[in-house]
């Protein structure tokens, strides 16, 4: 519904995809063959995955992880590039918050962008991870993950937070709408602390008194807006791939649809839009 055509030309939906390269232009050759198998997220501006065939930018592409099979592939570049970016480029976890405690609080940990995010902040940083999940299966989806802490976010969060008693987190990263829960981070995160928002925006009037830093991220930025560093993206995919294949970080797919048809396909888009999906799920197949 958020890309209805704007006139008679159908929009092809998809974002995430894994395949093999059937065809190089002249700017791509430097990058890959025919041949190459391959993993990518792609450009919200141009077709998407949910076809046989698809052009994409080689520039944000990387290489598919020899480990993992086409489905587990797929589930990760877009989960994997917004988490990335927002931690290592926008929330810069490797720098230390004055005064707070070494921690970030992923909210909404069992998505899909939070169960990649937990993964890479538990295995390439030194800070404790707090997650938020509500369902026991949730629970324990993100303690799978690699959460230190889960607390509940159908309660109020800062209670819970000081409850750990580890102290204010420096770094709050939430991946789904973080409205109604404005309030509390506000009170949660440590002074000068740094917010991630991927969603809706929210009142920020309280966060002006603490000096807390707001970053948005959307990773169709690079692609998008055709940006000097749009290399970047592929060369992260290869290094999440190197690390899948490494047994660092692992794929977040819990549910296979089957073969890419209408049917399979509203049924996907149901199951997402119930707001309940652990981790992602990837069709296969024409």
Known sequence: RSRAPTGSAPVVLGYDASGIVLQVGPQAQSLFKVGDEIFYAG??????????????????????????????????????ITAWEMLFDRLWVARAVPGAAKAVLIIGGAGGVGS??????????????I??????????????????HVIDHSQPLAPQIASLGIGAPGLVFSTTNAGPYGQDIAILIAPQGRLGLIADSM????????????????????PVEQTADIVEQGKLLNEVARLVDAGTLRTTLTKRMGKLTPANLIAAHKLLEEGKMIGKLALEGM
């Open 131 to 148: 997650a938020t999940a509500s369902r026991p299966e949730t629970v324990a989806w993100c303690k799978e993950m690699g959460a230190h």
């Open 203 to 222: 009142d920020m009037a309280p966060f002006k008194t603490k000096s807390i830093s707001i970053h948005w991220e959307f990773m169709f930025t690079r």
């Open 43 to 80: 450009a919200i501006n141009r077709n998407g995955s949910n076809a046989e065939r698809q052009a994409v930018d080689a520039r944000i592409v990387g290489r598919k992880p020899k480990s993992l099979d086409w489905s587990e592939a797929a589930a990760l570049p877009l989960t994997a």
């Open 116 to 129: 990649i995010a937990i993964q890479l902040a538990r295995k390439l940083t030194d800070l404790t991870v």
